[in-house]
């Protein structure tokens, strides 16, 4: 059944292939249940024009893969099967391995708050996937749909999309490469907004600078250390108790003045708008709001107020036209405090306080009709960020047409590349994290977004040394390059962690501005064409298989960034996988064993500029470098992008594209300018050519920039002694660096020490990690058959742990467990964990966690406070002590998941997010078993107990968690009365 503009349509047919027509060109087409649902299908926000999706072409062809589709309880299923030996990348913004083969993803926009690798629902929706045959062709599949997607790809070769009915899917080749699929694909949802070339300078970010003094400083010690940045951010705390588009007057109290005084020393200023507003008479944003009646509202037509930061909030409702217009001139006036750019945050919408940590899906839309027109929140929650995104662009081309407007946004949806640049939201301070960083980074890209990044060093938790150091070197690399972390945790600069890291960090971001013509190269490329900024490595060679699970490389065009997320191994030290063909290591004298490793793809040229600060030091003047790799033909071609740097010349002509080609004859290289492009007049400068030989050898040579110039061969003997030479004098210099300090411990702070390894227990069906330091905690609990992860939680709170006592925990439990055991046998099929903490006065908690090989599908615990010394005049027993077993389980889908059981006395129970906290004991305690049911998956975590050791449960719905505990009771322990719970998990399907 769909609604759309007054008309209702019941699908015809409920299963079967599905219909198709041909649109937007040749290899695309569109595929509909029936006739009738594409008469009722909600009009397209990931096109640029709806219309295009809407208008069959003239095309004569049909389509190599047809879906088939199931229509059932309002859902509809589209299966569709592609080659055995296929591949599948993209789905957007997505935790885990970069190759999704096997993973499922759920689109519905999260505040995401220290995910996992394992958490399906993070702040951005793409429901599109990329197949690279096993041809090495590639093919794309888009489910049109705003709604909550399941994306299912773990059945080898083939994608299942699972949304509520209507919606078309849109088909994409098989065209010759990945990248063939991606310019098709901007055809379609558009390519990204053409960034100012500041943008892509380093960025200083935390939350929060807490004055302008405190930002003056940031940035006077930036130059003083000649560490290059260019933008300076400014968190929600500049903000007068939290209300967007004001300045608290004693900390910010002339933000012009701040803005200025930025200025004069190189750097831009971003500032933070949320969109929760707060709900209070005589706040100018809220009057004006609520004057225009731009509110979301609930069923009963008052405005919806949620829990955000300045407490009880009003949420704008962008998809109407006058809402955008109103929230467009608060932005007009606020561009005019000095703002450079602005940073929309907490819009996925997140709301605190509640299970499901947004609105409710009952609330109400009143959207334009090009839009949807009148819907409830469920249809519009997913395209809320980038609604939000385009308002606040539109509002700063509305305060100044002739600067390009930079915006970076949490939350987004597939399309939302032509409004803001994103990051990868609230990650962690581990390794984890930074090896994660790069697949998810290549992913938004394969999704058509390709100006992101993550919070370089992490954002929850205490970076070490060695693991910031490392983080920067990669993370400066990225297209989008911004270092952040969040309040409480220890200073995140460059200069925070030693001279070593300080060092490595200054050499990594002097490399990036070295690139940066190269980059801005890359990004306009990708501005007028839709192709990739950052590629996984594959893309250098799609037909060869060994190259798609790669993760510790990645191109930026033909430069390969080698790298290591090995806490152990620098780039330089790990086995070097590169694509056939000649790929040619180079520098800048800058090579450092916490660095990646950069390769130079044969047959390619690319252009580098001198160090720099800031980017505004850059002058069109400046010598012109020019890196060369010939191929085996001895041929080499390449191309620069050059003009004001913003402003919307370059759509005018305004700007000069030039292309250059390298040919050697015999003993002579010689290169030149091939073709050119735009109106401007090519600069007086000198050019510098370096001509790569091999084993970081190079040839220099200088001219003028638009005359030939050549390069003259020495000859083979001598060749081969440069490479020598320069092999050797790179090993020398690599074992002589200062390298960051391996020390994996940093000061602690609020009891927490997110830097040490977590413990990895993988046996059977589950793969666990344990953080014995805090508690005993297991911060996540993976079920490998099912791909679920019950648990995924920050370090230092949530998660499950046990403890004595009956209170609630705060973070950093200070019952800390040591590893006493470890025994694994016969190589991973049985494996079981001890544990130990010590609780004071003679007692100890003794876990021991196993998953055994005759039932591999069961996690077993085994918990129990034990009397070691227990003082005479006791008389032999302890004080009174609770054992309480505390796990926090993530909920995927809020609204879906329930606690099911039969109680002692044998009646049925289904309990409810909007049932609170509930205890059971008595004739209520579950018969020795419960179950979370999570209703989107069909699965159930089921947890069973000894009901002779337990006491009571208590459930405990929290934001997007539930805490199902088991109580023992309350008494001495002696030591031949421990208090001991047993009990065991299992995950089932269910109807």
């Not at 197949?131 to 888009?142: D, I, N, T």
């Not at 719970?981 to 269910?990: D, G, K, L, T």
């Amino acid at each position: 059944m769909a609604e759309y503009d007054g008309k209702t349509v019941t699908a015809d047919v409920t299963s079967g292939n599905m219909i198709f027509e041909p649109v937007l060109e040749d290899g695309v087409f569109r595929f509909d249940c029936s006739g009738n649902d594409r008469i009722a299908a909600y009009p397209s926000l990931s096109f640029l024009d709806t219309k295009i999706r809407d208008t069959p072409i003239m095309n004569k062809k049909e389509p190599l893969y047809t879906p088939t589709f199931e229509c059932a309880n309002g859902k509809q299923i589209v299966n569709i099967e592609l080659p055995p030996g296929t591949s599948f990348y993209g789905t957007g913004e997505v935790g885990g391995q970069l190759e999704r083969t096997g993973k499922r993803v759920f689109t519905w926009n999260t505040d995401a708050w220290g995910y996992g690798s394992g958490t399906t629902s993070l702040y951005q929706s793409h429901s599109w996937v990329l197949a690279v045959l096993p041809s090495g062709e590639a093919f794309g599949v888009l489910a049109d749909t705003t709604q909550r997607c399941e994306i299912d790809l773990r059945k080898e070769s083939r994608i299942k999309f699972t949304a509520e009915s209507p919606y078309p899917v849109i088909t994409f080749g098989p065209f010759a490469s990945p990248t063939a699929v991606l310019i098709s694909l901007s055809h379609a949802i558009g390519t990204v907004f053409m960034p100012p070339k500041w943008s892509l300078g380093y960025h200083q970010c935390r939350w929060s600078y807490d004055s302008d003094a405190k930002v003056l400083k940031i940035a006077r010690t930036f130059r003083e250390k000649g560490i290059p940045c260019d933008v300076i951010w400014m968190d929600i705390d500049y903000m007068d108790g939290f209300r967007c588009f004001t300045f608290d007057q004693e900390r910010f109290p002339d933000p012009k003045s701040l803005v200025n005084d930025l200025h004069r020393n190189g750097f831009k200023a971003i500032w933070m708008l949320d969109p929760g507003i707060k709900h209070e008479e005589g706040y100018f944003v809220y009057d004006s709001g609520s004057e225009n009646d731009v509110w979301i509202q609930k069923a009963d037509e008052t405005p919806f107020i949620g829990e955000v930061w300045p407490g009880p909030c009003v949420f704008p409702d962008f998809t109407q036209e006058k809402t955008r217009l109103w929230w467009g001139k608060l932005v007009k006036e606020f561009i005019s405090n000095g703002v450079d750019g602005i940073w929309n945050d907490m819009n996925e919408p997140a709301v605190f306080k509640v299970v499901t940590k947004t609105m409710p899906e009952t609330n109400i839309h009143r959207g334009d009709t090009e839009l949807g027109g009148f819907q409830n929140h469920s249809h519009y929650h997913n395209v809320y960020g980038m609604l939000m995104a385009r308002s606040t662009k539109d509002g700063m081309e509305l305060a100044n047409k002739n600067r390009r407007p930079f915006v970076l946004t949490r939350a987004g949806f597939i399309g939302s590349q032509r409004y803001a640049a994103t990051w990868t939201g609230d990650n962690l301070s581990t390794w984890e994290h930074l090896h994660m960083s790069v697949s998810m980074v290549l992913q938004l890209g394969l999704s058509g977004q390709p100006l992101s990044g993550p919070d370089i060093g992490g954002f929850a938790g205490n970076a070490t040394p060695k693991l910031f150091g490392r983080w920067m070197g990669i993370g400066a690399m990225f297209p989008f390059c911004r270092g952040h972390s969040e309040m409480g945790t220890l200073d995140h600069e460059p200069w925070s962690f030693g001279v070593e890291c300080e060092e490595v960090c200054r050499l990594a971001l002097m490399r990036r501005y070295r690139l940066i013509p190269h980059i801005y190269t890359l990004f306009y490329m990708a501005h007028i064409k839709g192709t990739p900024v950052a590629a996984p490595t594959f893309f250098a060679d799609s037909k060869d298989p060994s190259l798609r699970k790669i993760e510790n490389s990645f191109l930026l065009g033909p430069v390969l960034i080698y790298s290591s997320t090995n806490l152990d191994k620098g780039s330089y030290q790990l086995p070097l996988v590169l694509p056939k063909g000649i790929w040619l290591h180079f520098d800048f004298n800058d090579s450092h064993p916490d660095l990646p490793t950069l390769y130079l793809q044969g047959g390619s040229i690319i252009p580098v500029g001198r160090p720099l600060q800031h980017i505004g030091e850059a002058n069109l003047t400046d010598d012109l470098s020019l890196i060369i790799a010939l191929d085996d033909h001895g041929k080499a071609e390449g191309v620069l992008f050059e003009d004001d740097g913003d402003g919307y010349e370059f759509s005018r002509e305004g700007y000069l594209l030039t292309y250059y080609v390298a040919e050697r004859q015999s003993s002579v290289v010689t290169v030149k300018v091939s073709r050119t492009e735009g109106s401007w007049k090519r600069p007086k400068r000198r050019l510098h050519l370096q001509l790569l030989l091999g084993g970081g050898a190079k040839l220099d040579a200088w001219g003028i920039d638009g005359e030939v110039v050549k390069i003259m061969i020495p000859l083979e003997s001598e060749v081969s002694h440069l490479i020598s030479t320069s092999e050797e004098q790179y090993r020398a210099h690599m074992e002589s660096a200062k390298c960051i300090p391996g020390v994996e411990e940093v000061s602690e702070q609020k009891g927490i020490d997110l830097s040490r390894s977590p413990i990895e227990l993988k046996s059977g069906d589950w793969i666990l990690k344990m953080v014995p330091w805090i508690g005993g905690r297991m911060i996540s609990m993976m079920h490998f058959p099912s791909g679920t992860q019950w648990l995924h939680s920050r370090v230092e709170v949530d998660g499950y742990e046990e403890y004595s006592g009956t209170e609630y925990r705060s973070a950093g439990c200070s019952e800390e467990y040591i590893v006493l055991e470890r025994d694994l046998h016969q190589a991973g099929k049985e494996e079981a964990l001890k544990l130990e903490g010590d609780i004071g006065g003679g007692l100890v908690i003794e876990r021991q966690i196993s998953i055994k090989k005759d039932n591999p599908s069961v996690l077993y615990i085994d918990s129990s406070i034990v009397a070691r010394q227990v003082g005479a005049g006791s008389g032999g027993f302890s004080r009174l002590v609770c054992l309480r077993v505390h796990p926090a389980f993530s909920l995927l889908h809020p609204s879906q998941s329930f606690v099911s059981f039969i109680s002692v006395d044998g009646t049925k129970h289904e309990i409810g997010p909007d049932s609170g906290e509930l205890f059971l004991e008595g004739d209520l305690l579950p018969n020795g078993e419960w179950m979370l049911e999570d209703r989107s998956l069909h699965l159930g975590l089921v947890n069973r107990f000894n009901i002779n050791e337990v006491f009571k449960c208590l459930i405990h719905w929290g934001t997007g968690t539930v805490n199902m505990e088991l109580w023992s009771e309350q008494r001495p322990v002696s030591k031949a009365s421990p208090l001991r719970i047993s009990h065991e998990y299992e995950v089932r399907e269910i109807s």
